[in-house]
């Protein structure tokens, strides 16, 4: 229905903007012509120079070229489509040798993908802000530059200013949420 109720506007405004097209046609085409952009007085000078110094090249430039309008018609351009590869398969193994980069799989058949070096994934990401949370002795900067090919500036930003989220609940929880949330559950912890 939708569809339908926005085609009556365009229905009825077509007969407007094919009214009399042939003569703001002709209308358009009877202006004159735009005016060139103005130029500096000393290239209006050099020209000057020029057309008095060499009248025959300001005449060769208005006249067409017959010999070079026939060396343009026998131009021919033939192009052909680049070889397919034979399979993603070579693709596949070709961007692997490259040493900067690295394959992070995840389990996931799907979810592969080529990282490279000095990058993370946002997989990767949070299972490092996870692991410094629960043990920042092991996990510092250091080892996460190390564990990841990080410059060592990146990976303490990383760790200073890239917090995961905290849920924290003040108070009582309400009833219909605290049956969600797991049963028994009376306050917040």
């Given at each position: 229905?939708?569809?339908?109720?926005?085609?009556?506007?365009?229905?009825?405004?077509?007969?407007?903007k094919n009214l009399n097209v042939e003569a703001r046609a002709h209308r358009?085409?009877?202006?004159?012509?735009p005016n060139p952009a103005p130029q500096y007085a000393s290239t209006k000078e050099e020209i000057a120079r020029v057309q008095k110094l060499?009248?025959?090249?300001?005449?060769?430039?208005?006249?067409?070229?017959?010999?070079?309008?026939?060396?343009l018609?026998?131009?021919?351009?033939?192009?052909?489509d680049p070889e397919p590869k034979?399979?993603?398969e070579e693709d596949r193994t070709e961007s692997l040798e490259d040493s900067s980069r690295r394959l992070v799989t995840s389990g996931d058949a799907l979810d592969v993908r080529i990282v490279r070096e000095g990058r993370m994934t946002v997989k990767?990401?949070?299972?490092?802000?996870?692991?410094?949370k629960k043990e920042p002795d092991v996990w510092t900067a250091e080892k996460v530059a190390q564990e990841f090919n990080l410059e060592h500036e990146h990976a303490d930003g990383l760790l200073t200013y890239f917090k995961t989220f905290e849920v924290k609940a003040f108070g009582q929880i309400p009833e219909e949420i605290r049956e969600q949330l797991s049963p028994g559950t009376k306050e917040a912890p």
């Amino acid at each position: 229905m939708g569809s339908k109720l926005s085609r009556v506007p365009r229905m009825g405004l077509r007969p407007m903007k094919n009214l009399n097209v042939e003569a703001r046609a002709h209308r358009l085409l009877d202006q004159d012509k735009p005016n060139p952009a103005p130029q500096y007085a000393s290239t209006k000078e050099e020209i000057a120079r020029v057309q008095k110094l060499h009248p025959e090249i300001v005449k060769q430039q208005q006249t067409k070229d017959v010999r070079l309008d026939d060396f343009l018609k026998q131009v021919r351009v033939e192009s052909y489509d680049p070889e397919p590869k034979a399979s993603a398969e070579e693709d596949r193994t070709e961007s692997l040798e490259d040493s900067s980069r690295r394959l992070v799989t995840s389990g996931d058949a799907l979810d592969v993908r080529i990282v490279r070096e000095g990058r993370m994934t946002v997989k990767q990401i949070l299972e490092v802000l996870i692991r410094h949370k629960k043990e920042p002795d092991v996990w510092t900067a250091e080892k996460v530059a190390q564990e990841f090919n990080l410059e060592h500036e990146h990976a303490d930003g990383l760790l200073t200013y890239f917090k995961t989220f905290e849920v924290k609940a003040f108070g009582q929880i309400p009833e219909e949420i605290r049956e969600q949330l797991s049963p028994g559950t009376k306050e917040a912890p």
